[in-house]
T-cell receptor, first 111, second 112 residues
Framework: GQNIDQPTEMTATEGAIVQINCTYQTSGFNGLFWYQQHAGEAPTFLSY????GLEEKGRFSSFLSRSKGYSYLLLKELQMKDSASYLC????????????FGRGTSLIVHP | DGGITQSPKYLFRKEGQNVTLSCEQNLNHDAMYWYRQDPGQGLRLIYYSQIVNDFQKGDIAEGYSVSREKKESFPLTVTSAQKNPTAFYLC???????????FGDGTRLSIL
């Protein structure tokens, strides 16, 4: 099985930087997804990391360390609209690669 | 525009009743999925299908059934055997399992 761990809730100030961590314990790791989900809405894809390192997309960046079983999502220049749940999902090698989701981190951005 | 559509947005079920949630995609994706989301929980996989006329159980398939007769459609039936069906149900599709998923807007099911 897989064990995926994320903080339940985080708060941050508008304009600041926040880092949301995700740790996982699994065998046969393939890749790690990050999704954003606003309350009552569908999740939307943010990033997919397969190799070690940092990938930047505008205000959002995602980092992966395969040897440490660790990823983080970095959000810069926070805006109120970034208040949402951030879901980490791990896919495994072989078979169907179907990703398993963590419980999500609820981020609250305040003025 | 391509996308994935779920209907209805809200659904109410009486005790002992089966209900079917619709999911249609025009993205030409081979893989489709059904997830259940409860408050404070992540997405839990109910069923998935990687090709027409084939589907596999996920982690919480008991009390649910699916069909995949067409590439575009993957309906989910919540049967009376599912004792705690109240939840937010999300359908998703992707080109394959290790590619990003596109999600529908969800169906919120409640028990009367």
């Amino acid at each position: 099985g897989q064990n995926i761990d994320q903080p339940t809730e985080m708060t941050a100030t508008e304009g600041a930087i926040v880092q949301i961590n995700c740790t996982y314990q699994t065998s046969g790791f393939n890749g790690l997804f990050w999704y954003q989900q606003h309350a009552g809405e569908a999740p939307t894809f943010l990033s997919y990391n397969v190799l070690d390192g940092l990938e930047e997309k505008g205000r959002f960046s995602s980092f992966l360390s395969r040897s440490k079983g660790y990823s983080y999502l970095l959000l810069k220049e926070l805006q109120m609209k970034d208040s949402a749940s951030y879901l980490c999902a791990v896919s495994l090698l072989g078979g169907s690669y179907i990703p398993t989701f963590g419980r999500g981190t609820s981020l609250i951005v305040h003025p | 525009d391509g996308g994935i559509t779920q209907s209805p947005k809200y659904l109410f079920r009486k005790e002992g009743q089966n209900v079917t949630l619709s999911c249609e995609q025009n993205l030409n994706h081979d893989a489709m999925y059904w997830y259940r989301q409860d408050p404070g929980q992540g997405l839990r996989l109910i069923y998935y299908s990687q090709i027409v006329n084939d589907f596999q159980k996920g982690d919480i398939a008991e009390g649910y059934s699916v069909s995949r007769e067409k590439k575009e459609s993957f309906p989910l039936t919540v049967t009376s055997a599912q004792k705690n069906p109240t939840a937010f149900y999300l359908c998703a599709s992707s080109t394959s399992g290790n590619q990003p998923q596109h999600f529908g807007d969800g169906t919120r099911l409640s028990i009367l």
